[in-house]
């Protein structure tokens, strides 16, 4: 069955240390996107991506960095991991857009980080 | 600005009905969606309205006003498992989502 999985999980750092999260899919969706969720928010988006080579920044980009080098992978990098990026962070997936649009988003697991 | 609105909290009672609002202001309007997300997991998919009506999925239904700019979300025959929170999210005009913070829904026997 097709999935998308991130990882690691669970992670804690310390500030100021470059952490990367992996997201990888296997629906070959064409969109891609990172998303951040803290209490008292909705789901904030950091980067998207619509394809190969393709990368957008969301509303809470700043300290955010992804690539996409292949359609089933966008890691999402901390340059610099600060306090204020402790979140659960949660990669989705979705076809890519037409006139018919379902907008349904397929979410992995959520990877909660701590910065310390 | 772009905002949605959406109860904090709600509580019902298993076997009952529960309707959960929610007011969107958005740049444009390309449907309203509905996700489902127990404590601790990810979101999934539940409704999608882009037209004016009620969309009905077995116990859940969706309800859409574009004029009002509000959606509801109803939940029949509640069930334990039916604890969880519900996000509303709408897409702009650039099919950007915008999302509300969620309703925490709580099942009491």
């Known amino acids: 069955d097709a999935e998308i999985t991130q990882s690691p999980r669970h992670k804690i750092t310390e500030t100021g240390r470059q952490v990367t999260l992996a997201c990888h899919q296997t629906w070959n969706h064409n969109n891609m996107f990172w998303y951040r969720q803290d209490l008292g928010h909705g789901l904030r988006l950091i980067h998207y991506?619509?394809?190969?080579?393709?990368?957008n920044k969301g509303e809470v980009s700043d300290g955010y960095s992804v690539s996409r080098s292949n359609t089933e992978d966008l890691p999402l990098t901390l340059e610099s991991a600060a306090s204020s990026q402790t979140s659960v962070y949660f990669c989705a997936s979705s076809e890519g857009r037409s006139e018919i649009y379902t907008g349904e988003l397929f979410f992995g697991e959520g990877s909660r980080l701590t910065v310390l | 600005g772009q905002n949605i609105d959406q109860p904090t909290e709600m509580t019902a009672t298993e076997g009952a009905i529960v309707q959960i609002n929610c007011t969107y202001q958005?740049?444009?309007?390309?449907?309203l969606f509905w996700y489902q997300q127990h404590a601790g997991e990810a979101p999934t998919f539940l409704s999608y309205?882009?037209l004016d009506g009620l969309e009905e999925k077995g116990r859940f239904s969706s309800f859409l006003s574009r004029s009002k700019g509000y959606s509801y979300l109803l939940l029949k025959e509640l069930q334990m498992k039916d604890s969880a929170s519900y996000l509303c999210?709408?897409?702009?005009?650039?099919?950007?989502?915008?999302w509300g913070a969620g309703t925490k829904l709580i099942i009491k026997p």
């Open positions: 309205n882009v």
């Open positions: 999210a709408a897409h702009d005009s650039n099919y950007q989502l915008i």
């Open positions: 958005t740049s444009g309007f390309n449907g």
């Open positions: 991506s619509y394809g190969v080579h393709d990368t």
